[in-house]
């Protein structure tokens, strides 16, 4: 599901590892983040769960069993062979599951498995998959898994989405695919998702919504490093975290950084998300994307230093699109999708020299039936039948507003944005904050032809900023990406938005 615009002309704290951030950004791993030269922001709370992994216990707890590293195969045979609800220690050292590409671990209802301090569950680069199955209610801790080799969009952790899942205080890195997937009522506490190779996280489950999610305390870096944009330019497939048809999701207090794409992606009939208290920094793409979705509250996070590698390819590229930190593709608030908000609040949050601020965006041609639809024939959650959104009954109410996604009751409002281009090291078409659309043209039977939907996302649909702070030098682009703005000319007729708000053209000011 591709966010990208497509125009027709073309844990609770308390068991978190924290530690003060008193530093900038500290540079992509593939050194291609410059170091920035300004000082930073106030000290912010960062999960440092990598370079502080929570230990084991060091002896078998009373009553489970143990697991032998020396033995190939000991998880998955003692597994086979225990009830339910059996608790496993993993003793320390490297264990390993037959050499075969479908050996893996199949949990039953309410197993638990403990790593030792140094225990580490290693693929070799044979098995596609750690832990798998349909058993509820399963519980990983303190555990490396590595080296394992999913196939693209597939995990290896909880690799069939089953539900209740706990997974806390492990180690998940250098897998291909994603390090895990996640089931309803899943919780992925205090977690380093490190270095695989497509996501940290893969958040989907096959023919069902993943429902009351929390991702809390992780720190999630350095994914992506198969580069699938690259090999798969436009799939719309990489990130730290992507969420899939997530029904309310709580996502707070993650250090989310340095990932070769987005740091965190809701893509295709997400709802009811709270995205608050975390630090998004220095990924390659926007910090977060929030994409044909409905219903969240996106406050109080810090956002640095984010799409400086992707937003300079677009520049160099002559593309004038304004790439964002915060984008917002063909979502918003929808009363009538039920979650604990009706809008699409942004609020209360710092970015500071990122690529460009917030884009709220909508395709003209994308709804649902239409061939520029990229959300793999999904309709809105507002039509069950898809094939009703065609000729003639598409063109009447209620399909001709309920067939597309809309970018509607977006809020954003006690925000800090500064942009200092000499930090981000840019020229043009970056320091932008954007509500447009393109012209709608394709297919041949539209009835979103022309410019009523950059009409109702500019003037129609309820978005609007306001009591905002703004230090640099900004630019606004509204209706389309040709309207470029000044900060009078935003806050006057017919836009009239940021009442209230301030702008203070230097960025050192």
């Known amino acids: 599901m591709r966010i990208r615009r497509r125009l027709p002309a073309t844990a609770t704290a308390a068991v978190l590892a924290l530690a003060l951030l008193a530093t900038g950004c500290s540079g992509g791993s593939d050194g291609t983040h410059p170091a920035p030269t300004t000082p930073p922001p106030a000290p912010v709370a960062v999960a440092r769960v990598c370079d502080q992994a929570a230990a084991g216990p060091s002896a078998a707890p009373a009553g489970a069993v143990t697991v032998d590293p020396a033995v190939v195969g000991d998880l998955t045979v003692k597994t086979r062979n225990s009830p339910p609800n059996t608790v496993f220690w993993l003793a320390p050292g490297t264990h390993r599951l037959e050499a075969d590409q479908y050996a893996q671990v199949a949990p039953k209802e309410g197993d638990s498995y403990l790593g030792a301090p140094g225990a580490v569950l290693d693929g070799g680069k044979t098995n596609q998959y750690a832990f798998t199955g349909s058993a509820t209610g399963v519980t990983i801790r303190y555990l490396t898994v590595q080296g394992f080799v999913a196939p693209q969009n597939e995990g290896v952790v909880n690799h069939d989405s089953a539900d209740g899942w706990v997974i806390e205080h492990n180690t998940i890195q250098r897998n291909s695919g994603?390090?895990?997937?996640?089931?309803?009522?899943?919780?992925?506490?205090?977690?380093?998702?490190?270095?695989?190779?497509?996501?940290?996280?893969?958040?989907?489950?096959?023919?069902?919504?993943?429902?009351?999610?929390?991702?809390?305390?992780?720190?999630?870096?350095?994914?992506?490093?198969?580069?699938?944009?690259?090999?798969?330019?436009?799939?719309?497939?990489?990130?730290?975290?992507?969420?899939?048809?997530?029904?309310?999701?709580?996502?707070?207090?993650?250090w989310v950084h340095d990932n070769r794409g987005p740091g965190l992606w809701a893509d295709t009939n997400d709802n009811d998300f709270r995205i608050e208290d975390n630090l998004l920094e220095a990924n390659d793409g926007a910090a977060l994307i929030y994409e044909t979705s409905y219903n969240a509250v996106i406050r109080g996070n810090t956002i640095r230093h984010n799409d400086w590698v992707e937003g300079r390819r677009s520049a160099d590229r002559g593309d004038t699109f304004p790439y964002a930190t915060v984008y917002i593709s063909e979502s918003g608030g929808e009363p009538r999708v039920p979650a604990r908000t009706d809008k699409l609040e942004i609020d209360h949050n710092q970015l500071e020299d990122n690529w460009s601020g917030i884009t709220l965006w909508e395709n003209a041609d994308r709804f649902c039936n239409s061939p520029a639809n990229t959300s793999s024939g999904d309709c809105t959650l507002l039509v069950k039948d898809t094939s009703r959104c065609a000729q003639p009954t598409i063109a009447s109410a209620p399909l001709y507003a309920d067939c597309r996604w809309k970018t509607q009751?977006?809020?954003?409002?006690?925000?800090?944005?500064?942009?200092?281009?000499?930090?981000?090291?840019?020229?043009?078409?970056?320091?932008?904050?954007?509500?447009?659309?393109?012209?709608?043209?394709?297919?041949?039977?539209?009835?979103?032809?022309?410019?009523?939907?950059?009409?109702?996302?500019?003037?129609?649909?309820?978005?609007?900023?306001?009591?905002?702070?703004?230090?640099?030098?900004?630019?606004?682009?509204?209706?389309?990406?040709?309207?470029?703005?000044?900060?009078?000319?935003?806050?006057?007729?017919?836009?009239?938005?940021?009442?209230?708000?301030?702008?203070r053209p230097g960025a050192g000011d």
Request: aromatic content about 10%; charged content about 15%; overall charge negative.
């Open 409 to 503: 009751r977006v809020d954003i409002h006690d925000n800090r944005f500064a942009f200092d281009p000499s930090v981000v090291g840019c020229t043009v078409d970056c320091g932008r904050m954007a509500v447009l659309s393109n012209y709608g043209s394709y297919p041949d039977w539209s009835p979103y032809k022309g410019q009523p939907v950059a009409d109702a996302i500019t003037g129609k649909q309820q978005n609007r900023w306001h009591d905002n702070t703004y230090v640099g030098p900004w630019s606004f682009v509204a209706h389309d990406p040709s309207r470029t703005l000044d900060f009078g000319q935003w806050q006057g007729a017919p836009y009239q938005q940021d009442a209230g708000s301030t702008l």
């Open 178 to 254: 994603a390090g895990l997937m996640a089931g309803a009522h899943q919780q992925v506490r205090a977690n380093c998702l490190r270095d695989n190779g497509q996501y940290g996280m893969n958040a989907y489950k096959t023919g069902a919504a993943v429902t009351n999610l929390v991702v809390e305390g992780n720190e999630i870096t350095g994914n992506d490093t198969d580069g699938w944009e690259q090999r798969q330019p436009g799939c719309g497939c990489t990130g730290g975290v992507k969420f899939w048809a997530v029904n309310t999701a709580d996502v707070r207090g993650n």
